[in-house]
């Protein structure tokens, strides 16, 4: 038992935003039907690295799914996506805003034949205000929300973070808003239309930036290596390389001092005293720090400050922290058989349920895999099939 078995979900997203979504919908147990479009599907399948001709960036996204090719242009293929949404409880999409009305698939026309139905939309700028016209991307979503204003180094070029962290909020944006929605239908029975920009779902993660622009007008500007407020709490150099120090607060503070470096005199100078003091003389503690924490290597630092209770880690690498012994033991590398690319791993699921554990019960689908066994569950006979395939219709 899954916490999510019996929710019927229908994607006809793709890319990164909606399938992360329906990903983890189908994780939870949610039975996840893509419909992807004739001329070739997903556009991430056509996104490489490649094995066996088969896109891994694809494989990563679109576990825990059935896939099956539509021709939305088509009358005959509209009708077999209004028999499946029929039955849905939820549907997510991410065209620009107008074009599920174009097709005939949008909100209002599926909301007839279906009251019920959970109709989530992400797009760049949302379905409404001036700029919904418009084609929103991950960057751009990225530039303009004021993110690589407050990344990378003061006086460089702005910096934009290392993943696609609007593509893959807006996704988790969706769930959340989704499964509230879906408690309300189960509640009363009354579906609802989610609108998700992938430009605003990142604007309430700036909870320091927001106080301190609401309150005084200060605008944020880009720390590098440093936090915004706290200090030490950053990345300092060792040795051999270079280690992440989260002295947070006065009490991780005092036993860094006390317990890992043993200066226990830079807690009474006047220009660390406070959290403040570190913060405004930030630059003259880096440099002290790293005097000392110079003349052993990393090993040695972190071990010392794990016995102190200082939090602190290593900066590593995609292949180390996929490597690590911590994420190993809770299950964040998984192994999957893959009918193509054979076995291959994937990322695992941070959410850890006690009575519901989420599982990978299938690879991501071929593309059209399901088509058949789809519209034979319909009551489509083998004869009916060939014909809608053979007429372009189906893949």
């Not at 026309?109 to 409404?128: A, F, H, K, L, R």
């Amino acid at each position: 038992m899954l916490p999510l078995d019996g929710m019927k979900v229908l994607d006809i997203s793709q890319i990164m935003a909606g399938p992360y979504c329906t990903m983890v919908l189908g994780d939870m147990g949610a039975e996840v039907v893509k419909v992807e479009k004739a001329n070739g599907g997903d556009d991430s399948r056509q996104m490489g690295p490649y094995i066996n001709d088969e896109s891994t960036c694809f494989s990563q996204i679109n576990r825990n799914k059935k896939s099956i090719s539509l021709n939305l242009k088509d009358e005959r293929a509209r009708q077999i996506f209004f028999q499946l949404a029929k039955e849905a409880d939820v549907i997510v999409e991410n065209y620009r805003p107008g074009v599920t009305k174009s097709l005939g698939i949008d909100y209002d026309t599926v909301s007839e034949i279906n009251p019920g139905i959970v109709y989530c939309s992400i797009s760049g700028y949302g379905q409404t205000g001036p700029y919904s016209h418009k084609g929103g991307f991950d960057l751009v979503a990225q530039g303009m929300t004021g993110l690589m204003s407050m990344t990378g180094e003061k006086g460089r070029r702005p910096l934009k973070t290392g993943i696609a962290v609007y593509d893959i909020g807006a996704g988790i944006t969706a769930v959340y808003s989704i499964l509230a929605a879906y408690i309300h239908k189960m509640k009363t029975g009354e579906g609802q239309h989610i609108d998700i920009a992938i430009t605003e779902c990142g604007l309430p993660w700036f909870s320091w930036e927001s106080a301190a622009y609401f309150a005084e007008e200060r605008l944020p500007e880009p720390t590098g290596w440093r936090h915004r407020v706290s200090a030490p709490y950053q990345a300092v150099k060792a040795k051999d390389g270079y280690i992440m120090l989260g002295c947070a607060n006065q009490r991780t503070w005092e036993r860094f001092c006390n317990d890992v470096i043993e200066r226990e005199d830079l807690i009474q100078d006047p220009r660390f005293l406070t959290n403040s003091d570190r913060g405004a003389n930030v630059e003259v503690l880096e440099s002290l720090i790293e005097g000392i924490l110079g003349e052993r290597d990393m090993a040695f630092w972190l071990e010392r400050c794990d016995a102190a209770g200082v939090p602190a880690g290593p900066i590593n690498d995609f292949a180390q922290a996929m490597q690590d012994e911590h994420y190993l033991a809770r299950g964040m590398v998984q192994e999957v058989e893959h009918p193509v690319i054979g076995k291959m791993k994937t990322v695992g699921f941070p959410s850890k349920f006690s009575r519901t554990p989420a599982s990978i019960r299938c690879p991501a689908p071929l593309f059209a895999q399901h088509t058949d066994e789809i519209l034979s569950r319909m009551g489509m006979s083998d004869g009916d099939i060939e014909e809608l395939r053979r007429d372009g219709c189906i893949r």
